[in-house]
């Protein structure tokens, strides 16, 4: 009896000092994007966060910080590899500080179309996404933010009015400037948190972005002309540390990337829906939209073939832009090719 008594002491010592499991395993995820509060990049991912602590039992807690309150997204990017940050909802300007291979999917005019840009993105996704794990980043959902367009203080249509204007590119990264310049622009490498007192004082005279991105950041009051002719998707994705992701309870895991695929999904079907109406509305407001005709898009197509020895290799790397190309010329083979991408 002594010596039981012995045991079950030990046994509640042990107890005592191990920790509880369900504390162990609590984890909180800091996410940041330069998406503003209250759009709906923003709300998508509040409902995300309320997902994830229900189907965690409240062991993952997902604390949003919106807006570019921590910076823009090459310092996000820093932040999560110091471990200050966890996770970002990010575009390719993000993706591309971990590795170019999101690039593929953002060449200039190749892709006609959200139906083009789909069946691309699907099959790459596995390449993808193994790329950017083995550089520590899990990607947890594929997004997008619409389709990038000129907005300039004057009319863009023609190649020559694009390049007699000072171009905004992200700053941080050379070899864009090399590519841009290859086209003839002239550009101007700035923080994203720049653009509208660039606009104002003219330091810049032209942005590539979204029509959502000009309608949330009021761009529009600073440049009054946008060319109606998409020049790339512009595509992001949620992405995760890896290493915070692995301390996440293994059963939870599954659970938890089904919820923020969701997302995903429901983020890129909402821009896709609200891209013509920020369109329309801008519209009203003042901003004059400058459509581009067949002869004139020619020009432009001519413009980028001359672009590629800059754009496969610096921008694209070389085998993620033969995947993107063959499956690409797999779709258009399958007579689903549309000429002018979808609104």
Request: aromatic content about 6%; charged content about 25%.
């Amino acid at each position: 009896m002594r010596r039981l008594g012995i045991a079950l002491a030990a046994l509640c010592l042990i107890a005592l000092a191990s920790p509880r499991p369900a504390e162990a395993r609590k984890v909180k995820v800091k996410l940041a994007t330069v998406a503003p509060k209250g759009t709906a990049f923003h709300r998508i991912l509040e409902g995300l966060a309320a997902e994830w602590a229900e189907a965690s039992g409240g062991q993952v807690k997902l604390k949003i910080y919106p807006g570019g309150v921590a910076g823009d997204e090459t310092e996000v990017i820093r932040k999560i590899r110091l471990g200050t940050l966890s996770a970002g909802l990010v575009t390719s300007t993000g993706l591309a500080e971990i590795d170019r291979a999101i690039n593929a999917l953002q060449i200039p005019m190749a892709y006609g179309g959200a139906d083009e840009l789909d069946f691309v993105r699907s099959r790459m996704e596995p390449s993808l996404e193994k790329t950017y794990s083995d550089k520590g980043f899990v990607v947890l959902a594929w997004a997008e933010a619409g389709w990038v367009r000129f907005l300039s203080v004057k009319p863009i249509i023609e190649p020559a009015d694009a390049h007699a204007l000072k171009m905004f590119i992200n700053a941080g990264n050379p070899e864009q400037v090399e590519v841009w310049r290859s086209g003839g622009f002239k550009p101007v490498p700035l923080p994203v948190t720049e653009i509208t007192t660039a606009l104002q004082t003219g330091l810049i005279e032209a942005v590539p972005t979204t029509a959502q991105g000009v309608m949330m950041l009021r761009w529009y009051e600073h440049a009054g002309h946008l060319t109606d002719d998409p020049w790339s998707p512009l595509v992001g994705a949620l992405i995760i540390d890896r290493k915070v992701w692995e301390t996440i309870d293994e059963g939870v895991r599954p659970k938890l990337m089904a919820a923020a695929r969701a997302a995903g999904e429901k983020l890129r079907t909402e821009v896709r829906a609200n891209e013509t109406a920020a369109l329309a509305e801008m519209k009203k407001r003042g901003l004059s939209l400058h459509g581009v005709d067949k002869a004139t898009r020619a020009k432009w197509k001519t413009m980028v073939d001359g672009m590629r020895d800059h754009l496969r290799g610096p921008y694209v790397p070389p085998a993620m832009w033969d995947e993107a190309q063959r499956h690409l010329a797999a779709y258009r083979d399958m007579g689903k090719f549309t000429d002018g991408a979808d609104e």
